[in-house]
T-cell receptor, first 113, second 114 residues
Framework: LAKTTQPISMDSYEGQEVNITCSHN???????ITWYQQFPSQGPRFIIQ???TKVTNEVASLFIPADRKSSTLSLPRVSLSDTAVYYC??????????????FGTGTKLQVIP | DGGITQSPKYLFRKEGQNVTLSCEQN?????MYWYRQDPGQGLRLIYY???????QKGDIAEGYSVSREKKESFPLTVTSAQKNPTAFYLC?????????????FGSGTRLTVV
């Protein structure tokens, strides 16, 4: 399983775009990149998933360069309610690779009024 | 609505007592997982199960036990052998193949041992 590295914490003002980068140098060919969001005392919830290039949904965008050794979660115009911990996970969807996936410490995003 | 239900949300137990945390899912997911989270820390895998009547130890299985008698249920027992059981426990499930969303998590059980 690919090891991931993220910044421990980030601060941002309301209304700004936030970009959180995750490094995964040992990503395998079949691995997908998935981001989760966790609020205090709640379980993590799925935000976005991608394999390569760019993926966008109603919540965020995910940018993946051609070498796939990193990925960037982009949150447009953050609000106070986006204050949470964000986890980057890398795993193989199609061979049961999500077993024993390790959630690191994630990136704690603090949005400031 | 489909989802994962963990109960209770808060649990208090005396030191030395075993306690069982409930996890039920109606998503028809094959795999289920238990994670432990300590303050300011990430999630650590305790046990996981890919099919009924089978489960595997995760990274911190000592002091814990599980069962998987039904596809929908994956209870976790925190035994008296667990040295520091006070933590936030999260249950999750996933489809083994063709999963678009990876894990679905429950809302967690906060266990406090006094």
């Amino acid at each position: 399983l690919a090891k991931t590295t993220q910044p421990i914490s980030m601060d941002s003002y309301e209304g700004q775009e936030v970009n959180i980068t995750c490094s995964h140098n040992n990503i395998a060919t079949n691995d997908y990149i998935t981001w989760y969001q966790q609020f205090p005392s709640q379980g993590p919830r799925f935000i976005i998933q991608g394999y390569k290039t760019k993926v966008t949904n109603e919540v965020a965008s995910l940018f993946i360069p051609a070498d796939r050794k990193s990925s960037t979660l982009s949150l447009p115009r953050v609000s106070l309610s986006d204050t949470a911990v964000y986890y980057c996970l890398v795993g193989d969807l199609y061979s049961g690779g999500y077993q024993k996936v390790t959630f690191g410490t994630g990136t704690k995003l603090q949005v400031i009024p | 609505d489909g989802g994962i239900t963990q109960s209770p949300k808060y649990l208090f137990r005396k030191e030395g007592q075993n306690v069982t945390l409930s996890c039920e899912q109606n998503l028809n997911h094959d795999a289920m997982y238990w994670y432990r989270q300590d303050p300011g820390q990430g999630l650590r895998l305790i046990y996981y199960s890919q099919i009924v009547n089978d489960f595997q130890k995760g990274d911190i299985a000592e002091g814990y036990s599980v069962s998987r008698e039904k596809k929908e249920s994956f209870p976790l027992t925190v035994t008296s052998a667990q040295k520091n059981p006070t933590a936030f426990y999260l249950c999750a499930s996933s489809i083994e193949r063709d999963s678009d969303y990876g894990y679905t998590f429950g809302s967690g059980t906060r266990l406090t041992v006094v």
